[in-house]
C-alpha cells in the first residue's frame, strides 16, 4: 500500500516536473523568439538611420562642394579681375618707360650736339685767349718802352698812390662817422635817461635804520626787565634782538643786524605794552604771532611789488626774498622801494632801446636781493643775490644782471648796462640817500686843499662825489 502511494507521488511529481519543465521552455523559446524579433527591428531601424544618415550627408557634402564651387569661382574671378588690372597697369608703365626712353635719347642726342658745339666754342675761346695773350705781351712792352717803367714798378707806383688816397679818405670818413656817432649816442642816451625819470614818479621816504619803541612812561622800563631781568632775557631770546634800555626818556632801543628779527621785536614789544601783561609765557606767545604777521607782511610786500610791475613766474620762496628787502634799508633809502623804483627805471630804458622791458624789469626788481640775506651768507650781495636766483630757477641773463650790477662780474649783456644805469639813477637822484660821514668828512678835506684865489679870480668849486649806489 505504501509502495503504491509511494509509486503515485514519484508519478505526480514525476509529471509536475514535466510539466513545469515544459512550461519553462515554452517560455525560453518565446523570449527567445521576442529577443530575435527585437534584434531584427534593431537591425532594420539601424539600417534605415544609416540610410538616412549617409543620403544627409551626401546632400551636404554636395551642399559643401557647391558652396566651395562658388567661392572658388569667386575667387578666381577676383583674382582674374586684379591680374587684368595690374596687366594694364604694367602695360601703362612699359609704354610709359618706352615713351621716356625715347624722351631720353633724345635728350642723349641732344646734349652730344651741344657737347660738339660746346667743344668748338672752347677751342675757339681758347684760340682767342692765345691771341689776346700775345696782344696783351705785346702792348706790355709797348708801354715798358714808352713809359720807361717795368711791369712791376708801374703796378707798385698804382697801388701806392691808391693807398694814399684810400688813407686820406678813410680817415676823413672814420672821423666823421665817430664825431656823428658821439653826438647821436650823446643825445640818444640824455633823451632815454631823461625819459626814464620823467615816466617814474613814485614817492619816497627815507627810513630810519635803528629802531625805537616808544613807552608809555619810564615806569614801563621795570615791567620790561622784569624781576631780575627775566622778561629782557625771555624777549631778546626769542627775538635775537638786544634791548637797550637807557637814559633815553619814555624810549627803548632795538639793536640787531637781521632787520627782519628787529620788525618782529618791535612788533611784539609794542603789542606787549599795549596789553600790559608781560611775562616769559606771554612773551613768547605775542613773539610768535608776530612773527607770523611779519612772514604774511613780508609775503604780500614781494607779491605787491612783483604785481605793481608786472613781474609775472616769480619762485614763491623768491618772492618772500624780495618781500623782505620792505625791511633792508641802504643809505636810509629802502631797498625794497629802490628795487621797484631800479625796475621802473630799467624797464623803461628797455622799452626806449626797443629791448624786452619786462625782461629789464625783472632783472631790476631782483638785482639787490642778495642784501635781504647778506646778513646771514658771507660774500658781495651781488654774488649772494645771484646764487640766489639761480637756485630759484631764474634764467641766465637775470643772474648775470644781479651779478654784474657792481661790477663783481664782468658784464656779458646789454640788460647787464641798463640794470648799472637804473641802479645808478635810483641812488643818485637827489634825496633818496643821506650821505654818509665819510663822503662828507671827504668833501671838507677837499675844500681845505683848495688854493687860496687871487682877488677877482673865480673860486673853484670841488666836484660833488659820486654817490655810491645801491
Do not use: C, W
Request: hydrophobic share 40%.
Amino acid at each position: 500500500m505504501e509502495y503504491l502511494v509511494a509509486l503515485s507521488l514519484i508519478v505526480v511529481l514525476t509529471a509536475m516536473g514535466a510539466f513545469a519543465f515544459f512550461k519553462f521552455k515554452k517560455r525560453v523559446v518565446q523570449e527567445n523568439l521576442n529577443i530575435e524579433e527585437e534584434q531584427k527591428r534593431l537591425i532594420e531601424e539601424a539600417r534605415i538611420k544609416a540610410a538616412s544618415l549617409l543620403k544627409e550627408a551626401k546632400l551636404e557634402a554636395k551642399s559643401r562642394l557647391l558652396e566651395m564651387k562658388s567661392d572658388f569661382d569667386s575667387e578666381t574671378e577676383e583674382t582674374r579681375s586684379e591680374l587684368k588690372k595690374e596687366e594694364r597697369r604694367l602695360s601703362k608703365k612699359s609704354e610709359k618707360l618706352d615713351s621716356q626712353e625715347e624722351q631720353l635719347i633724345k635728350k642723349e642726342q641732344s646734349l652730344q650736339r651741344k657737347e660738339a658745339e660746346t667743344q668748338k666754342k672752347f677751342e675757339s675761346a681758347t684760340n682767342k685767349e692765345i691771341q689776346y695773350s700775345e696782344l696783351l705781351e705785346e702792348t706790355k712792352k709797348e708801354l715798358e718802352k714808352v713809359s720807361g717803367l717795368t711791369l712791376e714798378e708801374a703796378k707798385e707806383l698804382l697801388l701806392k698812390t691808391i693807398e694814399e688816397d684810400v688813407q686820406h679818405e678813410g680817415a676823413k670818413l672814420i672821423k666823421k662817422i665817430t664825431s656823428e656817432a658821439r653826438e647821436n649816442a650823446d643825445k640818444e642816451a640824455k633823451k632815454i635817461i631823461s625819459t626814464a625819470i620823467q615816466r617814474y614818479a613814485g614817492d619816497y621816504v627815507a627810513e630810519r635804520t635803528v629802531s625805537v619803541v616808544h613807552l608809555p612812561g619810564d615806569e614801563m622800563k621795570g615791567r620790561i626787565i622784569g624781576r631780575e631781568g627775566r622778561n629782557i632775557r625771555a624777549l631778546e631770546a626769542a627775538t635775537g634782538i638786544d634791548l637797550i634800555i637807557d637814559d633815553t626818556p619814555e624810549a627803548v632801543i632795538l639793536s640787531g643786524f637781521n632787520p627782519v628779527r628787529r620788525e618782529i621785536a618791535r612788533l611784539s614789544l609794542e603789542k606787549l605794552i599795549s596789553d600790559g601783561r608781560i611775562h616769559p609765557a606771554r612773551i613768547e606767545d605775542v613773539v610768535q604771532r608776530a612773527t607770523e604777521e611779519v612772514d604774511v607782511a613780508i609775503k604780500e610786500a614781494g607779491e605787491q611789488a612783483a604785481f605793481d610791475l608786472g613781474v609775472h613766474g616769480i619762485d614763491p620762496e623768491l618772492i618772500k626774498v624780495v618781500g623782505k628787502l620792505k625791511f633792508r634799508t641802504s643809505y636810509a633809502q629802502n631797498v625794497l622801494q629802490h628795487s621797484v623804483e631800479v625796475a621802473f627805471l630799467a624797464g623803461a630804458i628797455a622799452s626806449e632801446l626797443s629791448l624786452d622791458f619786462k625782461l629789464a624789469k625783472r632783472m631790476g626788481l631782483l638785482h639787490d636781493i642778495g642784501k635781504a640775506v647778506d646778513y646771514e651768507v658771507d660774500g658781495a650781495h651781488a654774488i649772494i643775490g645771484a646764487k640766489l636766483a639761480k637756485k630759484y630757477g631764474e634764467v641766465d641773463s637775470v643772474v648775470n644782471a644781479i651779478a654784474s650790477h657792481h661790477e663783481d662780474q664782468m658784464p656779458e649783456t646789454v640788460y647787464d648796462y641798463i640794470v648799472q644805469a637804473a641802479d645808478a639813477l635810483s641812488g643818485a637822484r637827489p634825496g633818496a640817500r643821506k650821505e654818509s660821514l665819510e663822503n662828507y668828512i671827504k668833501r671838507l678835506e677837499d675844500l681845505e686843499k683848495l688854493p687860496i684865489p687871487l682877488m677877482g679870480s673865480p673860486i673853484p668849486m670841488p666836484s660833488r662825489p659820486d654817490v655810491k649806489s645801491g
